[in-house]
């Protein structure tokens, strides 16, 4: 065989097929074995690290034609499902989320994230966002601020492509203020106070004049005047009020929301 049919687009292609073929295949067995996977034994250790060896030997094969990205996204989300299931579990059984668990939502999301663009699938990026804000505020939970938050700009990013005012769903606009305060939260654990306030003030862009988002964000204004009152420091109470002043006067406006709503 001459050099030339070796190294041929159309060869090229074909072996790339292949490889995408049987990579989704090792994907597919293993979110079918967490699928099978009783909750009450401990999931095996391997699990995590053969998804994310073959999400890693697939990112190199992108661009991907949107049939193979369809099929992508129904395993990103049996595996989403898997991990729902697991999740339940154990918060019933009174266990706590571990760090395996976390990886598998990620497995989830980055797999989702390689095929974002599909077409033919309503609201992909906030789909894709939604994912990944979930997947932070479980790193949150145990503490991984460095992964939490980059799981919450990645989610930023996706609902940036996507103009504010263009935003319709109620579902959608919710998930921009919960990412904004979310973001803010993990900025606040890792010390950094004043990009914690600053992504607080820029929250103010997407209530939608919906009274539910006022007083979501009036709470986090007012959770974190309490931290720093906590603390007894004098020369912090000055900052405390500030934030408690905001909280007050986001409370006012979203009453206002309320009663405009309800007037006949």
């Not at 949107?66 to 697991?86: E, F, G, H, P, T």
């Not at 939604?130 to 996706?158: M, P, Q, V």
């Not at 539910?212 to 720093?228: H, P, R, S, T, W």
Request: hydrophobic share 35%; net charge positive; charged share 25%.
């Amino acid at each position: 065989m001459r050099i030339a049919e070796i190294s041929s687009p159309d060869l090229q292609q074909t072996q790339s097929h292949d490889s995408i073929t049987d990579l989704l295949c090792k994907l597919e067995a293993a979110t079918t074995e967490i699928e099978r996977h009783s909750p009450e034994s401990p999931l095996p250790e391997s699990i995590p690290g053969n998804l994310r060896h073959g999400l890693t030997q697939l990112t190199p094969l992108t661009p991907f034609q949107n049939s193979v990205k369809l099929q992508i996204w129904k395993l990103s989300y049996r595996l989403w499902n898997a991990c729902i299931d697991l999740s339940n579990f154990i918060r019933t059984s009174s266990s706590k989320i571990t760090d395996e668990h976390a990886k598998l939502r990620q497995v989830s999301a980055d797999l989702l994230y390689l095929a974002v663009d599909v077409s033919g699938v309503p609201s992909p990026y906030f789909k894709c966002a939604s994912f990944f804000y979930k997947t932070g505020t479980i790193w949150h939970e145990l503490y991984k601020y460095d992964l939490a938050s980059n799981c919450f700009e990645k989610a930023t990013d996706l609902t940036s492509k996507v103009e504010i005012m263009n935003v319709s769903d109620r579902e959608e606009r919710r998930l921009l203020l919960d990412l904004h305060i979310a973001r803010s939260k993990t900025a606040w654990e890792a010390s950094d106070k004043n990009l914690a306030i600053n992504l607080l003030n820029r929250s103010k862009r997407v209530l939608f004049g919906i009274a539910e988002n006022y007083i979501a964000l009036a709470n986090q204004y007012m959770y974190f005047g309490k931290l720093i009152l906590s603390k007894n420091e004098g020369s912090s109470v000055n900052d405390a009020l500030k934030l408690m002043s905001e909280a007050l006067e986001l409370c006012e406006k979203g009453l206002r929301k309320v009663k405009g709503r309800t007037k006949p």
